[in-house]
């Protein structure tokens, strides 16, 4: 049984340990097939269930179908770190729901949000999240995509690429270039419903742990001017807005993967015969497990400390999210590898849990920035402290 001492730390309010305690017994009873064969139709069963049981609620404000006035990053932590540790297929359908529609609560106009934050809070419509390109990952600020002003709206050429939801979402927020000024102020945000004529989002592409992930490509595409969401020549910012919220939410998921290889590597430990006593028994086992404790604990601490500041003291939280993420991410990989270790020959035969675990955690270090990005926000907040 997975360590859920956390819930009664200072961070979290009743409303919290209630959410946890409700979804756990949701995801006991909702989450039993661990089906990686159709991952398609494995997502969008998800994100009906998800929607059907209210947890897609505390994606969207409250006056648009949800829960919390503004997105409440501490709920978010809570249900992906939760989801995450019973199936990660169910935490990705959860976090693109929210990350697909972060940009329209934050700066989509009334109608925008009439017309798809309802449906993402019911499960009803996919969201998607379309920043990165084949030249440039990382480097946002140097996409090429451009969407370029005819009468009565926009038409988009370029592509995009390690889209999730790619292929499946009824929509994508997409962030193309506008042309106001080089580099990061000249990008804009628009809605893409996904029937648009010039979309192309049919090719696929397969990764080690299965989810709907597609390149994009827009060809002419043409999009009406209510298709633009924010400010024009803001939309980096905006992305950045968006990113800043879930990025802590990516760490609460690493959390989750992390607690869930503690928990098998424990049991199996306590188990499995070695010599006169069990794996348990051995120091060098019981090292693994102090240093697997460690991570799982430290993770935590980063990880609330950063949705609290954002939700209670209302601070930007951009270093301690980046701290988050980047240790909780880095970390869980060291714990799941641990984990495999102690389980020998079956952690890594196809279909026990901490093989899963060990595919599922790799990507999680590599998008919503890399651990190396972290870097370069923390050492920046850092120095800039130092600098003033
Ligand atoms: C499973 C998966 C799902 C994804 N889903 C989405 C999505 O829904 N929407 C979306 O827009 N994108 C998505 N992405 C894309 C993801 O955000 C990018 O892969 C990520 O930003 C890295 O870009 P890149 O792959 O082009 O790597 P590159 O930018 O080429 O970077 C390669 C490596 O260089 C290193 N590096 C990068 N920057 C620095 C730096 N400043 N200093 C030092 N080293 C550095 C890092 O180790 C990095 O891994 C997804 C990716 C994956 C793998």
């Not at 360590?3 to 919290?16: E, T």
């Not at 889209?163 to 106001?180: K, M, P, Q």
């Not at 580099?183 to 893409?192: M, P």
């Amino acid at each position: 049984m997975a360590d859920r001492s956390f819930l009664a730390w200072p961070f979290f309010d009743d409303s919290h340990r209630r959410l946890a305690d409700d979804l756990e017994d949701w995801c006991r009873s909702e989450l039993t097939d661990q089906d990686e064969q159709d991952v398609d139709e494995a997502c969008r069963t998800l994100v009906r269930k998800l929607g059907e049981g209210g947890w897609l609620r505390y994606c969207v404000p409250a006056d648009h179908g949800g829960i919390h006035e503004n997105l409440d990053v501490r709920s978010l932590a809570l249900i992906r770190e939760t989801l995450a540790r019973h199936s990660g297929l169910a935490d990705f359908a959860f976090a693109m729901q929210g990350l697909g529609s972060g940009t329209i609560t934050l700066f989509g106009t009334e109608a925008q949000k009439q017309a798809y934050l309802p449906g993402v809070a019911r499960g009803e419509k996919i969201a998607a999240f379309a920043l990165t390109e084949p030249a440039s990952g990382s480097d946002v600020a140097s996409m090429e995509t451009a969407a370029e002003e005819i009468p009565g709206g926009y038409v988009v050429h370029g592509a995009k690429t390690y889209i999730s939801n790619g292929g499946i979402a009824d929509y994508y927020v997409l962030f193309a270039r506008t042309g106001e000024a080089p580099g990061s102020r000249g990008i804009s945000a628009f809605i893409v419903d996904r029937n648009t004529q010039g979309l192309d989002d049919s090719e696929r592409i397969r990764v080690i742990a299965p989810h709907p992930l597609a390149r994009l490509r827009f060809e002419g595409m043409q999009l009406p001017s209510t298709a633009l969401l924010g400010e024009r020549g803001r939309g980096f910012a905006h992305a950045m807005a968006t990113l800043d919220i879930f990025r802590t939410t990516v760490a609460a998921a690493a959390l989750g993967f992390a607690r869930h290889a503690l928990d098998e590597a424990t049991r199996r430990a306590m188990t499995r015969r070695l010599g006169s006593g069990t794996l348990a028994d051995n120091p060098i086992t019981q090292s693994k497990l102090a240093e697997m404790v460690l991570d799982v604990d430290a993770s935590a601490l980063l990880i609330y400390r950063a949705a609290w500041l954002r939700d209670v003291a209302g601070q930007r939280n951009s270093r301690e999210a980046a701290l988050a993420k980047l240790y909780a991410t880095d970390s869980a990989q060291s714990v799941i590898d641990k984990a495999v270790q102690i389980f020998g020959g079956l952690g890594v035969t196809h279909g026990v849990p901490v093989e899963r675990l060990y595919r599922e955690i790799r990507a999680l270090r590599i998008y919503e920035g890399a651990s190396e990005v972290q870097k370069v926000v923390i050492a920046r907040a850092h120095l800039a402290e130092y600098r003033q």
